[in-house]
């Protein structure tokens, strides 16, 4: 089953992509420059880890308990 049908595995793949955002522009700032477009999506995200950094680790926690136990 496709990301987009299965809720479960939509969250996933949106908090991967947070997490990898945050990472990358921490790492290589130049690469998320752009505010607009499609890359733009990506620095939203990257800016979202950022600000709630708390928030998006106790939510990889939990998606690691819920997909090693559930």
């Known amino acids: 089953m496709s ?3 299965d809720f479960r595995s939509f969250l996933t793949v949106v908090l991967l992509t947070i ?3 945050t990472y990358v522009k ?3 700032p130049q690469l998320l420059t752009h505010k607009t477009g499609f890359k733009g999506l990506f620095w939203k995200a990257a800016r979202i880890g950022e600000r ?5 680790a106790l939510a990889c926690i939990a998606m690691g308990f819920s997909i090693l136990f559930f």
């Open 3 to 5: 990301a987009l049908f």
């Open 19 to 21: 997490c990898t955002c």
């Open 26 to 28: 921490l790492m290589r």
């Open 52 to 56: 709630l950094s708390p928030w998006v």
